[in-house]
């Protein structure tokens, strides 16, 4: 049995699942999101370099990955370490960090804001979507990948000691790539000898999710310890909502901060806005899903950020909660939802 049993692994060690505390389950901390930009309309070049500035927000807001220095979040360490002091106080206690390899995970620099914070800090082990696969990645084994997404837990990742306690997030397009089930089938594999948790970033199509958890399920997997993220962008329609919920993993809305008219990913999606996104976890609670619930802002670019106008990593403590509060979710469910699943999640079996 791996020492990691019964515990939570954080960047700085081993601690009890009850040090957690409120848990934001999908956040990054320090990342790139260049792989993602998209071409800037040919009006909007000058405002594609422009400095970020006040005048420039609502255009930022709406046009996030057209503005190249805005997807360098790795510039930002002492605004997150600020944002993170501020975290703690307003009541949150962890956070999971999704960036994996292929959007520029930085762990040392995790560690060192756990270490200023005081804030929990999870790392994550694998590989983010085809696209940032190299060469190498893709031409590894199932078998090759898992040793290496196993390594990442127990013994470290990219060269240092530092070690990570979930696997993910781990990428997918849709449709899925090979190389992506590859890395699916040895995230399954690398989950059963490690009795670990695990996060998916599903494609952007209503199908997409259900569709990585059959290969997960395929290949082993422990779906009952899997978090399918971004349900807010990716399934609208009530009913292919319960039935996917029917499959047994946790549930994320992750998005919570995001609000745009056009989302570039889809043009076919409408982005919900904070208050659907309360109106889709109250429907989810009334249909039994409570304990399968988990929530986040998955910050990963600079505008987020309360240095640059954004909402930063205490919306969901300051007026989300609030705002669920007054839609009827209790304040039982709430904490099911910021600390007992989170903790269940997280724990090793
Ligand atoms: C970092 C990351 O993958 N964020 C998800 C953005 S998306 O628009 O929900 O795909």
């Not at 515990?7 to 601690?15: A, E, R």
């Not at 399920?217 to 962008?233: F, N, P, W, Y």
């Not at 600390?339 to 724990?347: F, G, H, R, S």
Request: hydrophobic share 35%; net charge negative.
């Amino acid at each position: 049995m791996p020492e990691q049993s019964g515990k939570v692994q954080t960047v700085l060690g081993l601690i009890e699942p009850d040090q957690l505390g409120r848990t934001m389950t999908h956040e990054h901390l320090t990342m790139t999101f260049e792989c993602s930009h998209v071409p800037t309309a040919p009006g909007d070049k000058d405002l594609a370099t422009a400095p970020i500035e006040m005048k420039h927000l609502h255009w930022l807001q709406q046009n996030p990955y057209s503005h190249h220095e805005n997807l360098l979040l790795n510039q930002e360490i002492e605004a997150v370490k600020e944002e993170l002091l501020c975290y703690r106080k307003a009541g949150g206690g962890s956070m999971v960090e999704n960036t994996t390899t292929g959007i520029t995970r930085n762990l040392p620099v995790l560690q060192q804001l756990a270490k200023e914070t005081g804030v929990h800090i999870i790392a994550g082990a694998g590989y983010y979507v085809d696209v940032t696969h190299s060469d190498e990645t893709r031409k590894m084994t199932v078998e090759k990948l898992t040793d290496i997404i196993v390594s990442e837990v127990l013994h470290g990742a990219d060269g240092t000691d530092i070690r990570c306690g979930v696997i993910g997030e781990i990428g997918t397009g849709w449709p899925i790539t090979d190389s992506e089930k590859k890395v699916l089938r040895a995230t399954a594999h690398a989950q059963t000898q490690l009795g670990c948790p695990v996060i998916i970033h599903p494609g952007r199509n209503e199908a997409a999710p259900g569709e990585v958890i059959r290969i997960l399920q395929e290949a082993g997997g422990d779906i009952s310890k899997t978090v399918m993220s971004h349900l807010d962008r990716t399934i609208f329609d009530k009913q292919e909502l319960l039935e996917f919920a029917k499959m047994g993993s946790y549930l994320e809305y992750d998005l919570f901060g995001t609000e745009m008219l056009n989302y570039p990913f889809n043009l076919n999606v409408d982005m919900p806005a904070d208050s659907q996104r309360v109106q889709a976890l109250a429907f989810l609670i009334k249909e039994g899903y409570e304990d399968r619930i988990l929530i986040a802002h998955d910050i990963h670019t600079k505008h987020r950020l309360t240095k640059y106008g954004g909402h930063g990593y205490c919306h969901i403590l300051q007026n989300i909660v609030p705002k669920m509060l007054s839609r009827g979710i209790t304040q039982n469910q709430v904490d099911k939802i910021l600390i007992e699943n989170p903790k269940q999640w997280l724990t090793f079996k």
